[in-house]
Antibody, heavy 123, light 108 residues
Framework: QVTMRESGPALVKPTQSLSLTCTFS??????????VGWIRQSPGKALEWIAV???????YYNPSLKTRVTIAKDTSKNQVVLKMTNVDPVDTATYYC???????????????WGQGTLVTVSS | SYELTQPPSVSVSPGQTARITCSGD??????AYWYQQKSGQAPVLVIY???KRPSGIPERFSGSNSGTMATLTVKGAQVEDEGDYYC???????????FGGGTKLTVL
């Protein structure tokens, strides 16, 4: 059974950096074809893909966030960390981590999601 | 950057067929996926690879992808199907993942 769980600060001040951790179980990020990604959702808004990291340490970022975001994995801890610099109130959102799906296109979509963690950016 | 376009809302009566569209220039070459999100919950995959249903998803959910438009169809929509639906795909390079703007489905 796959589980995904997000953790991190609930409140961050503008211009500060944000670090979020995704802790997962039920699979290994060393397995071929496996990816973990981050998606966020501002209150009342649509889902927005942020970044994804794969088993070979391949990393892909949303172009609109690329200059402020870094994704990394720690396979020994079954964790993926997302770091965002210079946060702004517009970064207030629920942040989800998710594992990719299966099948011929499994690498490209997300299937198992965490419940999300709400991050508020405010002074 | 690549965009997927959805109507903001769709409304049907219980038992009717709801159709939610998603348009994107690269959809002729890429799979479309659909997520359902109910209030306060994480998204759930309801269609993958254009028209496949994950286990546990009712048969009334189906998908298609033709030309630059993908469509999610809910045949015989029920009140419990209310929520936000997001289409999802990748850009031509497969490096960028994209969600549509979401469609609120109302069944009443």
């Amino acid at each position: 059974q796959v589980t995904m769980r997000e953790s991190g600060p609930a409140l961050v001040k503008p211009t500060q950096s944000l670090s979020l951790t995704c802790t997962f179980s039920g699979f290994s990020l060393t397995a071929r074809g496996t990816c973990v990604g981050w998606i966020r959702q501002s209150p009342g808004k649509a889902l927005e893909w942020i970044a994804v990291i794969d088993w070979e340490d391949g990393k892909y970022y949303n172009p609109s966030l690329k200059t402020r975001v870094t994704i990394a994995k720690d396979t020994s801890k079954n964790q993926v960390v997302l770091k965002m610099t210079n946060v702004d109130p517009v970064d207030t959102a629920t942040y989800y981590c998710a594992r990719n799906g299966e099948g011929i296109s499994g690498y490209f979509y997300f299937d198992d999601w965490g419940q999300g963690t709400l991050v508020t950016v405010s002074s | 950057s690549y965009e997927l376009t959805q109507p903001p809302s769709v409304s049907v009566s219980p038992g009717q067929t709801a159709r939610i569209t998603c348009s994107g220039d690269v959809l002729p070459k890429k799979y479309a996926y659909w997520y359902q999100q109910k209030s306060g919950q994480a998204p759930v995959l309801v269609i993958y690879e254009d028209n496949k249903r994950p286990s546990g998803i009712p048969e009334r959910f189906s998908g298609s992808n033709s030309g630059t438009m993908a469509t999610l169809t809910v045949k015989g929509a029920q009140v419990e199907d209310e929520g936000d639906y997001y289409c999802y795909s990748t850009d031509s390079s497969d490096k960028q993942r994209v969600f549509g703007g979401g469609t609120k489905l109302t069944v009443l």
